[in-house]
């Protein structure tokens, strides 16, 4: 394996820049409409994120809603909550708390590309519903905002060089050391090897 | 083996470590802040590989074969993978039918396309030249490779359309489904898969 980079104390300055890029666009994102539903004999409407996870609820299903709800509502605003505790965290010397925020780390990454939830639905639905004055399905500006949240969060937590929440961090050794090796599945104790001199 | 395989370095805390031999089923983790640095599989080396090779075959017909058929008082259409990008182009939201593109379609093809080249390579003696900067590429290229959110989210559409339309599931939006699937399989045994290991036939000695 190559060696990294050495840690990138830069990181976070642009990274705090996309976040805050990303926080400005939450607010179109969600008060913009991002599709228009138009049905034959009903009233044709604009829906907003949250007006649709409503709806969703209103027609019962309540546990598609709880999906929306979390990727498209939840999953943004916890993702920038974690960037941004990161983003202090990274200017104030974590030290103890560095395995608690390389976790909070870990989490925000992995969630990040669930909130494309709501780009993909509504790209799906106004490719599919086309049917003229029957029914048709159409974005709106609501949801090139949302994609923009999306994509910019998604660079400033790839931007974000967790590396930089232990530069204060005591190493684990002066050497390398052997990493652990333990059962993934069977709970058997850990084997340890014992660190190159 | 490459004497740089036998050292891994942690992604999250930048700790070096000295690559232990792993068995079957067992797992590194590093000892600074306990993220999983290798994990070696019990279904082989050429696991990954495989599942690579099978993704890519599935997602050929994906992009061909009808994804979604949808009836509205006698009137039918059906459509393709794309026809999610070319609804967002064809309202005026090119950017955002790029952006479609690339998450849903371009960026999980190129995934599958890097990993079996990567894959394949690692297979060979003396693997090529260019087999680290695919491996480079390849990690790039999953970060934006959503195969398994665009499921869910035609999963949404579904519920949302019910009364709308009636709909049926074509054979391309399968293929896209086991594609997606195959590909988070065989990228999870090619980023955790400890490297230089394949060739080692017997642990490593330990130290005193």
Redesign the interface.
């Given at each position: 394996m190559k060696a990294l980079r050495p840690p990138d104390r830069s990181s976070a300055t642009h990274a705090a820049a996309l976040a805050i890029s990303a926080v400005i666009m939450l607010v179109p994102a969600y008060s913009l409409p991002v599709m228009h539903l138009g049905i034959a004999g009903q009233v044709a409407s604009d829906t907003t994120i949250l007006s649709g996870i409503l709806q969703l609820w209103r027609d019962g299903l309540g546990g598609l809603a709880a999906i929306v709800f979390t990727a498209s509502f939840l999953v943004p605003l916890l993702k920038l909550a974690g960037l941004g505790c990161l983003l202090v965290a990274a200017r104030h010397r974590p030290g103890s708390h560095a395995r608690l925020l390389t976790r909070i780390y870990g989490a925000v990454n992995f969630i990040g590309r669930w909130s494309m939830l709501d780009v993909f639905l509504v790209a799906f639905l106004s490719g599919a519903v086309r049917f003229g004055k029957l029914a048709s399905v159409e974005p709106r500006p609501g949801i090139l905002a949302f994609g923009a949240v999306v994509v910019l969060t998604m660079l400033a937590t790839h931007r974000f060089d967790p590396r930089i929440l232990w530069t204060e961090a005591p190493s684990a050794g002066s050497g390398p050391d052997d990493a652990r090796a333990v059962q993934a599945a069977v709970p058997r104790p850990s084997a340890f090897l014992s660190p190159s001199s | 083996m490459n004497p740089?395989?036998s050292?891994?370095?942690c992604?999250?805390?930048?700790?070096?470590?000295?690559?232990?031999?792993?068995?079957p089923?067992?797992?590194?983790?590093?000892?600074?802040?306990?993220?999983t640095?290798?994990?070696r599989g019990r279904l082989g080396p050429d696991a990954a590989l495989v599942f690579a090779l099978t993704g890519l075959v599935l997602a050929l017909p994906s992009l061909l074969l009808p994804f979604?058929t949808?009836t509205?008082?006698g009137?039918e259409?059906t459509?393709l993978l794309s026809?999610?990008?070319?609804?967002?182009w064809m309202?005026g939201?090119g950017?955002?039918?790029s952006?479609?593109l690339f998450?849903?379609i371009l960026a999980p093809l190129g995934l599958l396309t890097l990993l079996v080249a990567v894959l394949w390579a690692e297979t060979r003696a003396n693997p090529v030249e260019w087999h680290?900067t695919l491996r480079h590429w390849a990690h790039g290229v999953e970060?934006?490779a959503?195969p398994e959110?665009?499921i869910?989210?035609?999963m949404?559409?579904f519920?949302?359309?019910g009364t709308?339309?009636n709909l049926s599931v074509g054979p391309g939006l399968w293929c896209y489904g086991a594609a997606s699937l195959f590909t988070l399989l065989a990228w999870r045994r090619f980023s955790l898969q400890p490297?230089g290991q394949q060739a080692r036939a017997t642990p490593a000695p330990?130290?005193?």
């Open positions: - | 740089e395989d050292h891994l370095q992604p999250l805390c930048g700790q070096s470590h000295r690559a232990p031999f792993l068995e089923g067992q797992r590194a983790l590093c000892v600074r802040c306990g993220a640095l290798a994990e979604v949808l509205k008082v009137n259409r459509v026809g999610g990008v070319e609804g967002l309202s939201f950017l955002l039918a952006l479609v998450c849903g680290e970060r934006w959503m959110v665009q869910l989210g035609v949404v559409a519920f949302k359309l709308v339309v490297r330990a130290s005193a």
